[in-house]
């Protein structure tokens, strides 16, 4: 067994694979990935439209609202050339890969050579922030995927024949795929603060989803024989005996047991001290907050650090905190920047305690997810973007605040994420009281909070109370539209089945025009009458069954049995049609006509005698039969079935995800034209399998079929929202994400 940089493999023994059949493989890997990472690439683009839009709309001045515009117009116009080159770049990078060991190119070394104090008077501003954003790019990316890197390096290797230990190739390098993108950006006329936002989501899109590039090109490579045992074994390094509550795999309680707050929070500190010791430097959970200085630590207490938040929470923005994008305030640069004015003040060197430094990271984390959470409506997003410092606050002086779902400010959280889901445009905000009311309570929050826990217990009984009363009138509303629309839609219903019911007779018999009329301008209203009403069922099949003895009795019959019977009908089926029109208010006059040419028709017919090849008329009573001698066999199916019949299946899948779907989930609808609106269902009506959408008022917004529902949903234009509370969302995700660090640093 060889080890190689924490890689453990069984080489097998070794087979010459023909060059061309290398090369077929390579090929694969290559088209795979770059499929991949050209659809993540779209995604991208998608995103960064939306983000610059926002930021556009909550732009504070008309320039910087040009200038996001501006950007997204730039983007729009070079965005197929970027993806081109960057697809191009990609290809050339399985074609001739770098060997990852040598010197950089000279245009890639000006983004990876190290930065002195001297050099950095000479680095531009811009070029300098675009510097860091990719290192940081790199440096996440090559920790957050090493497992994988590094067995797709090796594997790969193989395919290559100047390939070694000492200089291996990785066509995925994520260093070398930024190198890439910077590269095709490098056409974007825009400024630096845009140029930041493009990266950020080149990050997230592309960089973010490289674990799952390299998942499939290594399961190509191993379907292929190419090193099927190789594992992946992280070094790991000795540490201490702990009990099982501080084992990092141990399940952590975060709202189930009140009484176990500290050790929440002591089992979230193991998971960051364990990040700390086998982490290189570099990541804001490695180290400590601490002035810039050479002179004495001075170690701030707790309280030291609340007055040090009560500044910055003093520093909030006045006015409309609605206004801005939805970005979370950088805690730790924020506080590294106070530290520094401090230092320089008394000439030590002030630092965060370990425990207040692991909360800072935890809350930044925390609010990290709350500004991603896809569930969150956008005015939310920015208003709870507010509240990191108080929030910070109230976990400094109360670590219980992790674990007790009781607590005010977690209560006060969840209930304002809960209230606001249904959120779509800004215009709403301006005619709902209860968005002021929220606006309200983050402003006295702000303005009010000095570490006592129990103004958010104020805040949020006052909230309750109010949100209360707007959704009993919203569930009024609601329910006259519940009730409105399924009438609306039995009606509708009602008119379809009988019309269908009457053309389908119409056309398959030549009727009178007398009888015709009848039945299109007056039958047809007392069979929609007797469909609505409650005992539908025997209602309606008696009036089909007169439109069924009224065609019967209007063709001429030879035999005894027959005309003996037509004698019995038609009297009593005059009676019943005179009774059903004058039900449905037929006019008494045009009534007596239309029953009386009615007869005139019916006495003619009764005179008539069949013809030889007079068409047989179906009994009402009697069943159709189709005889063998007219039964064929089935015909092939055509493409166009098969298609058809392959698109149902593919639909069944979204068509049962859309069955679970209960009433009251809230939803997400994305037009075509990138607008999006959020809605409620409100009710489902089985019968035409249509669901009813409404908005937070409790009003009608759409109407789709359970089908319509099914190829939104398939499009990925239909997203089912999560209501449930917001802060163990995040708390879940966090830990989830400390875990998996943890998991990677052992």
Same mark, same amino acid.
């Given at each position: 067994?060889?080890?190689?940089?924490?890689?453990?493999?069984?080489?097998?023994?070794?087979?010459?694979?023909?060059?061309?059949?290398?090369?077929?493989?390579?090929?694969?890997?290559?088209?795979?990935?770059?499929?991949?990472?050209?659809?993540?690439?779209?995604?991208?683009?998608?995103?960064?439209?939306?983000?610059?839009?926002?930021?556009?709309?909550?732009?504070?001045?008309?320039?910087?609202?040009?200038?996001?515009?501006?950007?997204?117009?730039?983007?729009?116009?070079?965005?197929?050339?970027?993806?081109?080159?960057?697809?191009?770049?990609?290809?050339?990078?399985?074609?001739?890969?770098?060997?990852?060991?040598?010197?950089?190119?000279?245009? +890639?070394?000006?983004?990876?050579?190290?930065?002195?104090?001297?050099?950095?008077?000479?680095?531009?501003?811009?070029?300098?922030?675009? $510097?860091?954003?990719?290192?940081?790019?790199?440096?996440?990316?090559?920790?957050?995927?090493?497992?994988?890197?590094? =067995?797709?390096? +090796? %594997?790969?290797?193989?395919?290559?024949?100047?390939?070694?230990?000492?200089?291996?190739?990785?066509?995925?390098?994520?260093?070398?795929?930024?190198?890439?993108?910077?590269?095709?950006?490098?056409?974007?006329?825009?400024?630096?603060?845009?140029?930041?936002?493009?990266?950020?989501?080149?990050?997230?899109?592309?960089? &973010?989803?490289? *674990?799952?590039?390299?998942?499939?090109?290594?399961?190509?490579?191993?379907?292929?024989?190419?090193?099927?045992?190789?594992?992946?074994?992280?070094?790991?390094?000795?540490?201490?005996?702990?009990?099982?509550?501080?084992?990092?795999?141990?399940?952590?309680?975060?709202?189930?047991?009140?009484?176990?707050?500290?050790?929440?929070? &002591?089992?979230?500190?193991?998971?960051?001290?364990? @990040? %700390?010791?086998?982490?290189?430097?570099?990541?804001?959970? +490695? &180290?400590?907050?601490?002035?810039?200085?050479?002179?004495?630590?001075?170690?701030?207490?707790?309280?030291?650090?609340? $007055?040090?938040?009560?500044?910055?929470?003093?520093?909030?923005?006045?006015?409309?905190?609605?206004?801005?994008?939805?970005?979370?305030?950088?805690?730790?640069?924020?506080?590294?920047?106070?530290?520094?004015?401090?230092?320089?003040?008394?000439?030590?060197?002030?630092?965060?305690? =370990?425990?207040?430094?692991?909360?800072?990271?935890?809350?930044?984390?925390?609010?990290?997810?709350?500004?991603?959470?896809?569930?969150?409506?956008?005015?939310?997003?920015?208003?709870?973007?507010?509240?990191?410092?108080?929030?910070?606050?109230?976990?400094?002086?109360?670590?219980?605040?992790?674990?007790?779902?009781?607590?005010?400010?977690?209560?006060?959280?969840?209930?304002?994420?809960?209230?606001?889901? *249904?959120? $779509?445009?800004?215009?709403?905000?301006? #005619?709902? !009281?209860?968005?002021?009311?929220?606006?309200?309570?983050?402003?006295?929050?702000?303005?009010?909070?000095? &570490?006592?826990?129990?103004?958010?217990?104020?805040?949020?009984?006052?909230?309750?109370?109010?949100?209360?009363?707007?959704?009993?009138?919203?569930?009024?509303?609601?329910?006259?539209?519940?009730?409105?629309?399924?009438?609306? @839609?039995?009606?509708?219903?009602?008119?379809?089945?009988?019309?269908?019911?009457?053309?389908?007779?119409?056309?398959?018999?030549?009727?009178?025009?007398?009888?015709?009329?009848?039945?299109?301008?007056?039958?047809?209203?007392?069979?929609?009458?007797?469909?609505?009403?409650?005992?539908?069922?025997?209602?309606?099949?008696?009036?089909? #069954?007169?439109?069924? /003895?009224?065609?019967?009795?209007?063709?001429?019959?030879?035999?005894?049995?027959?005309?003996?019977?037509?004698?019995?009908?038609?009297?009593?089926?005059?009676?019943?049609?005179?009774?059903?029109?004058?039900?449905?208010?037929?006019?008494?006059?045009?009534?007596?006509?239309?029953?009386?040419?009615?007869?005139?028709?019916?006495?003619?017919?009764?005179?008539?005698?069949?013809?030889?090849?007079?068409?047989?008329?179906?009994?009402?009573?009697?069943?159709?039969?189709?005889?063998?001698?007219?039964?064929?066999?089935?015909?092939?199916?055509?493409?166009?079935?098969?298609? $058809?019949?392959?698109?149902?299946?593919?639909?069944?899948?979204?068509?049962?995800?859309?069955?679970?779907?209960?009433?009251?989930?809230?939803?997400?609808?994305?037009?075509?034209? *990138?607008?999006?609106?959020?809605?409620?269902?409100?009710?489902?009506?089985?019968?035409?399998?249509?669901?009813?959408?409404?908005?937070?008022?409790?009003?009608?917004?759409?109407? !789709?079929?359970?089908?319509?529902?099914?190829?939104?949903?398939?499009?990925?234009?239909?997203?089912?929202?999560? /209501?449930?509370?917001?802060?163990?969302?995040?708390?879940?995700?966090?830990?989830?994400?400390?875990?998996?660090?943890?998991?990677?640093?052992?």
């Amino acid at each position: 067994m060889k080890k190689v940089n924490g890689i453990s493999y069984l080489r097998e023994q070794a087979k010459a694979y023909p060059l061309p059949q290398h090369e077929k493989l390579l090929q694969k890997v290559k088209a795979h990935a770059l499929e991949l990472c050209s659809h993540a690439l779209s995604s991208m683009f998608d995103g960064t439209d939306d983000s610059l839009f926002e930021l556009a709309n909550h732009a504070h001045t008309n320039n910087e609202q040009n200038r996001y515009f501006e950007a997204m117009r730039e983007l729009r116009i070079k965005r197929k050339g970027i993806e081109t080159v960057f697809a191009q770049k990609l290809e050339q990078l399985f074609r001739q890969p770098p060997f990852l060991n040598k010197p950089f190119s000279d245009e +890639t070394n000006k983004l990876h050579e190290p930065l002195s104090i001297e050099s950095l008077s000479l680095v531009q501003n811009d070029a300098l922030e675009e $510097s860091v954003a990719l290192n940081s790019m790199v440096t996440k990316a090559k920790a957050n995927f090493t497992g994988n890197l590094l =067995q797709f390096q +090796t %594997r790969v290797g193989t395919l290559y024949a100047n390939a070694n230990d000492e200089y291996p190739v990785n066509p995925l390098d994520p260093e070398r795929i930024c190198e890439s993108f910077a590269s095709a950006a490098g056409v974007l006329a825009i400024e630096i603060k845009e140029k930041l936002i493009v990266y950020k989501q080149f990050d997230r899109y592309v960089i &973010g989803n490289l *674990g799952d590039i390299l998942d499939e090109a290594n399961k190509i490579l191993v379907q292929a024989g190419i090193m099927p045992n190789l594992k992946y074994q992280a070094r790991k390094a000795k540490v201490l005996p702990r009990s099982s509550s501080d084992d990092p795999s141990s399940p952590i309680s975060t709202g189930n047991n009140e009484d176990s707050g500290k050790d929440v929070f &002591g089992q979230i500190q193991n998971l960051l001290a364990n @990040i %700390r010791n086998h982490t290189s430097e570099g990541s804001p959970l +490695t &180290g400590r907050l601490q002035a810039q200085g050479s002179g004495p630590v001075e170690i701030l207490s707790s309280g030291e650090l609340m $007055s040090l938040l009560g500044h910055i929470q003093i520093g909030s923005p006045p006015g409309n905190l609605a206004e801005g994008p939805v970005v979370a305030m950088d805690l730790r640069s924020t506080l590294q920047a106070l530290l520094n004015q401090e230092s320089q003040r008394t000439g030590k060197v002030p630092a965060v305690e =370990q425990i207040d430094d692991d909360l800072i990271n935890l809350v930044a984390m925390l609010f990290e997810f709350i500004l991603d959470d896809y569930n969150l409506s956008a005015p939310i997003q920015v208003l709870i973007s507010r509240l990191q410092i108080p929030i910070l606050k109230v976990a400094i002086k109360d670590k219980t605040f992790f674990s007790k779902p009781s607590h005010p400010a977690r209560r006060l959280l969840n209930a304002l994420a809960k209230a606001g889901i *249904g959120w $779509s445009e800004s215009s709403e905000q301006k #005619r709902d !009281k209860l968005y002021e009311h929220i606006h309200r309570i983050v402003q006295r929050i702000l303005t009010d909070f000095n &570490g006592d826990v129990r103004l958010f217990e104020e805040l949020y009984i006052d909230f309750i109370k109010a949100s209360e009363k707007e959704e009993h009138k919203a569930k009024l509303v609601e329910k006259r539209t519940q009730e409105a629309e399924a009438g609306r @839609i039995k009606s509708q219903k009602a008119h379809k089945t009988v019309d269908d019911i009457i053309r389908q007779k119409l056309e398959a018999h030549d009727l009178p025009p007398v009888a015709r009329d009848l039945l299109k301008n007056g039958w047809n209203r007392v069979m929609f009458l007797a469909y609505l009403r409650e005992d539908t069922d025997h209602r309606f099949k008696h009036c089909v #069954r007169v439109v069924d /003895e009224l065609i019967w009795c209007l063709y001429p019959h030879g035999d005894v049995e027959s005309r003996q019977r037509w004698v019995k009908i038609v009297p009593q089926l005059l009676k019943q049609i005179k009774a059903g029109l004058a039900e449905v208010s037929i006019n008494n006059d045009r009534l007596d006509v239309m029953i009386n040419d009615l007869k005139k028709v019916l006495t003619e017919v009764f005179k008539q005698q069949p013809q030889p090849n007079a068409r047989e008329v179906q009994s009402p009573d009697k069943a159709v039969s189709v005889s063998e001698a007219e039964e064929v066999s089935p015909k092939p199916k055509t493409a166009v079935e098969l298609q $058809s019949e392959l698109e149902f299946a593919v639909l069944a899948e979204f068509l049962s995800k859309i069955e679970e779907i209960d009433v009251g989930t809230w939803v997400e609808f994305s037009l075509v034209n *990138g607008n999006r609106f959020r809605c409620k269902l409100s009710t489902k009506i089985e019968d035409s399998e249509t669901y009813i959408f409404v908005n937070r008022l409790g009003l009608k917004v759409v109407e !789709k079929s359970k089908n319509d529902l099914a190829h939104e949903l398939r499009k990925g234009r239909l997203h089912i929202l999560d /209501e449930g509370m917001l802060f163990d969302r995040a708390m879940d995700a966090v830990i989830g994400n400390l875990r998996k660090m943890s998991g990677k640093a052992a």
